[in-house]
């Protein structure tokens, strides 16, 4: 069992940017791939970046060019940098944990979850 804990949410303003992270209890979530979802009030969640075991990453199209996403293994860490943050980017920050993973976006096969973070960016 892998217990993730997000911290680093805040609020903005638009053009800003913020530094999420995500902290795993053991040092076993290095063979898991990892990622960031987000969930804005009324949609439904959206992955936004996933990296795999070998560092191998994959972006939304809405994030591409803005969104960092890295891992610190020795460390159990995840991390998201954020620039030029836009009002629609405003959500709760999820971060997801998974053994096997064929699609890095796809929150149905992420087997574990913390409890999120919340990003508020005004214009």
């Known amino acids: 069992q892998v217990q993730l804990v997000e911290s680093g949410g805040g609020s903005v303003q638009a053009g800003g940017s913020l530094r999420l992270s995500c902290a795993a209890s053991?040092?076993?979530?290095?063979?898991?791939?990892m990622a960031w979802f987000r969930q804005a009030p009324g949609k439904g969640r959206e992955g936004v970046a996933g990296?795999?075991?070998?560092?191998?990453?994959t972006y939304s199209d809405s994030v591409k060019g803005r969104f960092t996403i890295s891992r610190d293994n020795t460390q159990n860490k995840l991390y998201l940098e954020m620039n030029n943050l836009k009002v629609e980017d405003t959500a709760m920050y999820y971060c997801?944990?998974?053994?096997?993973?064929?699609?890095?976006?796809?929150?149905?096969?992420?087997?574990?979850w913390g409890q999120g973070t919340q990003v508020t960016v005004s214009s």
């Open positions: 997801a944990a998974g053994r096997y993973v064929a699609d890095k976006l796809r929150g149905s096969e992420y087997d574990y």
């Open positions: 990296i795999d075991t070998d560092g191998s990453i």
């Open positions: 053991e040092s076993s979530a290095r063979r898991y791939y």
